[in-house]
């Protein structure tokens, strides 16, 4: 079963002049978006190139995107895809001698987690897949708590946002969790 978090995306304009860009404009964002991955794949390059580096040597980076064309619907498209948090690695090493054992020839990650997404243009709602980390021990004392303390004395930090249906106060903060069948 898949959970996903919801968060609020607005694409603001820089002038107060200016007005919304609607769901067109999301598309046309998005479009590129996607332009800009294909164009990465055909050039060879690293998907490293246009991701962004998050600490300890992790990259978030759009891996997949379309833009979903609906009829009938009050929503005309949607857009779906997925991110990857991975890691890029050069070469690997013995540990103890310090040798070279492999040298990549590029493109190639130990660690790699990839997160589905959808986004609502109308509604400017993102949906991203929300992937449980391995935390220092498997057993809970309690998960629905929010000071969740762990058996083995590690505990894990209180869950940011609220569980509240998004509105346009919650400005990229989690909102909520939809369970869905995978």
């Known amino acids: 079963m898949a959970i996903f978090k919801f968060y609020n995306i607005q694409l603001l304009p820089v002038d107060r002049q200016s007005s919304d ?10 479009k590129s978006v996607a332009d800009l991955v294909d164009q990465t794949r055909a050039n060879k390059d690293r998907l490293s190139a246009i991701g962004v580096s998050m600490r300890g040597g992790l990259f978030f980076s759009p891996f997949h995107v379309e ?19 991975f890691d890029d690695v050069n070469e690997l090493v013995d540990t103890n001698s310090g040798e070279l054992e492999y040298k990549s020839s590029g493109n190639t990650s130990s660690k790699r987690f990839q997160f589905e997404f959808v986004f609502d243009p109308v509604n400017h709602i993102m949906a991203i897949q929300r992937v449980f980390n391995i935390l220092c021990h498997p057993t809970f004392k309690d998960l629905r708590s929010r000071r969740a303390v762990l058996r083995s004395g590690c505990s894990v930090g209180t869950m940011s946002g609220s569980n509240s249906a998004p509105d346009a106060s919650t400005s990229l903060m989690p909102s909520t969790y939809l369970h869905t069948a995978t």
């Open 21 to 30: 860009v609607g769901s067109e404009g999301y598309c046309k964002l998005f």
């Open 67 to 85: 833009i979903v064309e609906f009829q009938g619907l009050d929503a005309s498209a949607l857009i779906h895809g997925h991110f990857l948090k």
